[in-house]
């Protein structure tokens, strides 16, 4: 029942904008923390952002901070990662996550490829 739909993605160009959506449903949205995550070709899936339950508190990689940020409406079950200044190393599939006490949950991606 656990479902999350991420949308948004697309071909930008180098220092371009993206805002990307994660639909989710099956759960207590405004209960879990969210997060999003990451993975290019040849590498391993790594985390971007993260929000708390009531989106009080967020985390982010090191590689974004500053150009990144991460935001939820729990009315609208719906989690964003606002990208901006975007580089040629952020293209990847970027995966909408929450981590519940039976079992960890992925959406199936929406790639993300910036020009140069």
């Known amino acids: 029942q656990v479902r999350l739909v991420e949308s948004g993605g697309g071909l930008v160009q180098s220092g371009g904008s993206l805002r990307l959506s994660c639909a989710a449903s099956?759960?207590?949205?405004?209960?879990?923390?969210m997060s999003w995550y990451r993975q290019a070709p040849g590498k391993e899936r790594e985390l971007v952002a993260a929000?708390?339950?009531?989106?009080?508190?967020?985390n982010y990689a090191e590689f974004v901070k500053g150009r990144f940020t991460i935001s939820r409406d729990n009315a609208k079950g719906t989690v964003y990662l606002q990208m901006n200044s975007l580089e040629a190393e952020d293209t990847a599939v970027y995966y909408c996550?929450?981590?519940?006490?039976?079992?960890?949950?992925w959406g199936q991606g929406t790639p993300v490829t910036v020009s140069s």
């Open positions: 099956g759960f207590t949205f405004s209960s879990y923390a």
């Open positions: 929000i708390t339950s009531t989106g009080g508190t967020t």
């Open positions: 996550n929450v981590n519940i006490a039976w079992g960890t949950y």
